[in-house]
Each structure stands twice: as structure tokens, then as C-alpha cells.
């Protein structure tokens, strides 16, 4: 099992930039596709990035050129580099393993190990 911890989340203006990062324990995530997801409260969770075994990425539209998600498998650690920050991407933040090495889409069934999630704010 594969344990997540997310960090880096805060404050920011819009326009400005942050840094997350989800550092994996356990059983090395290198062979697994791996993503972010976002919550609003009183909203659905939504995908926002995944990267697969291959490197692959993927972003939803809304983040598409402003998200870079990557990962570092020396330090088993996942991160999206937010740039151009928006008020909407106020959320709270997860990363998420998924059972695949590549990445079937969004479905929570397809992810078997959440983080605690961290909280974005990004103020007009």
C-alpha cells in the first residue's frame, strides 16, 4: 500500500504561482499512473493533471498551459507546477495513485491510494 502526503498548498494572488508536492512511502509509484484532483466544497471532485509510467500527461482545459505536472521517482514525489494562477482555482488539492500504469481517466474506482489533500486559495 502506498501512502500519500500532500504539502505546499497556501495563499497566493492571482497571477501568481505554487508549487505542490506529494511525496509517496511505501511501494515506489514509478510503474503507476499518478494525478491531481481538486474539490471545491459542495462540488464534485474534478481531474485536473495525470502523468502515467511512460511520462504521458494529461490536463483538463481549464489548467491546460498554465499546470505542468511531473515527478521525480529518486524522491517517489509527484508535483504540478501551477503557474497564472485564477480565484477558480480555489480548491483543495489530492494526488491520487492509480492501480494502472497508464492513465484510464478520471474514475475514482481506477485510483487506490488518496493523500489527505492540501488547500489552494488564490485571491483576486
Known amino acids: 500500500q502506498v501512502q500519500l502526503v500532500e504539502s505546499g498548498g497556501g495563499l497566493v494572488q492571482a497571477g501568481g504561482s505554487l508549487r505542490l508536492s506529494c511525496a509517496a512511502s511505501g511501494r515506489t509509484f514509478s510503474s503507476y499512473a499518478m494525478a491531481w484532483f481538486r474539490q471545491v466544497p459542495g462540488k464534485e471532485r474534478e481531474p485536473v493533471a495525470a502523468i502515467d509510467w511512460s511520462t504521458s500527461t494529461y490536463y483538463s482545459d481549464s489548467v491546460k498551459g498554465r499546470f505542468t505536472i511531473s515527478t521525480d521517482n529518486t524522491k517517489n514525489t509527484l508535483y504540478p507546477q501551477m503557474n497564472s494562477l485564477k480565484p477558480e482555482d480555489t480548491a483543495i488539492y489530492y494526488c491520487?495513485?492509480?492501480?494502472?500504469?497508464?492513465?484510464?481517466?478520471?474514475?475514482?474506482?481506477?485510483?487506490?491510494?488518496w493523500g489527505q489533500g492540501t488547500q489552494v486559495t488564490v485571491s483576486s
Open positions: 491520487a495513485k492509480s492501480r494502472w500504469s497508464y492513465y484510464r481517466g478520471p474514475s475514482d474506482g481506477d485510483f487506490d491510494s
